[in-house]
């Protein structure tokens, strides 16, 4: 058994990283500019954040590969490197997390940013497709487990499960994000994702980004409910952006408030907690913190 499955199968409480994105244009990532571009630039910079998760104590850390897909970067000169990419992204990763030899490194997947025919223009083979790239190149690097993330179309998140276990077999956690309270932005509800994805033989069933942290503990109760036995992963965004001065976005939620809802999901029955955009390393201490106190 992979070591993640065996600390999850043992009961453990697990904490993962925070934001990618928000933390990188802290960093100087100029808005609208990818993450993944920084894997060839400024590959230190992607290091040091991740490393600064490892610090605050997270179990587990994700590549900076959300768009990692030859989809999401079909008008960039990186969507000839895919394999590369999410090699190099997954290496950055694991030296980073080589301080505490017990992290886990996960290997982000993200939407590929195009719908699914008939909404869109996209087969599932392609998408299926891209995602077996991408994973290639993330499992050549070395990952522990795949985390397909901020789902909101159970089509593309059932292609990007296709392409994943056409490469592996390690474990994978699907992710929705819920954009519309207790629904996704195509109006999916977490019983569907429970009644969807489980029969598949996912490991986790997560809820990730989203509204606010209330909104979350709801959709963890919902996966409660259908399922008792499925493993849990709730990673929300540090509230809801608002528009700061400069027009960068500002997350309001605090280290604290964070910590304190961490331990809900957990009452709620998740099992892996952390924190999506806005979520700041200090606010991956705290849930390490309040999550690990009464372990
Ligand atoms: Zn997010």
Redesign the pocket.
């Known amino acids: 058994m992979t070591r993640f499955l065996e600390r999850i199968h043992r009961g453990d409480l697990l904490v993962a990283d925070g ?1 990618t994105g928000t933390n990188l244009q802290r960093m100087g990532l100029p808005p609208g500019l990818p993450p993944e571009v920084w894997v060839f630039e400024r590959p230190e910079a992607i290091r040091s954040l991740a490393a600064s998760f490892v610090e605050a104590g997270a179990d587990i850390i994700l590549t900076c590969t959300f768009g990692g897909t030859r989809l999401r970067l079909r008008e960039s000169t990186l969507a000839e490197n895919i394999i590369e990419l999410n090699r190099r992204a997954a290496e950055l990763a694991r030296q980073a997390a080589s301080q505490r030899p017990a992290v886990l490194v996960a290997g982000s997947l993200g939407p590929t940013g195009l719908l699914l025919k008939p909404y869109g223009p996209l087969t599932p083979e392609e998408a299926a497709a891209a995602y077996q790239e991408q994973t290639k190149g993330l499992v050549e690097g070395g990952v522990d487990l795949l985390v397909i993330e ?1 789902m909101f179309a159970l089509e593309e998140a059932r292609a990007a499960l296709e392409g994943v276990r056409r490469v592996t077999d390690l474990p994978v956690v699907v992710s929705f994000s819920y954009d519309r309270g207790t629904r996704t932005m195509m109006g999916v509800k977490p019983s569907q994702v429970i009644s969807t994805f489980l029969p598949l033989g996912v490991d986790v069933i997560g809820a ?2 989203g509204t606010t942290l209330e909104n979350m503990e709801a959709v963890i109760r919902e996966y409660h409910t259908a399922a008792p036995e499925a493993i849990l992963w709730a990673k929300p ?1 540090a509230g809801l952006p608002e528009m700061g001065p400069d027009n960068q976005a500002v997350y309001k939620v605090t280290p604290e408030e964070m910590g304190a809802f961490a331990k809900q999901y957990i009452e709620a029955g998740a099992r892996i907690v952390g924190g ?2 806005g979520s700041t390393p200090q606010h991956v201490a705290d849930i390490v913190q309040a999550v690990k106190s009464n372990e």
């Open positions: 934001a901020t990730n980004c965004n999506c955009c």
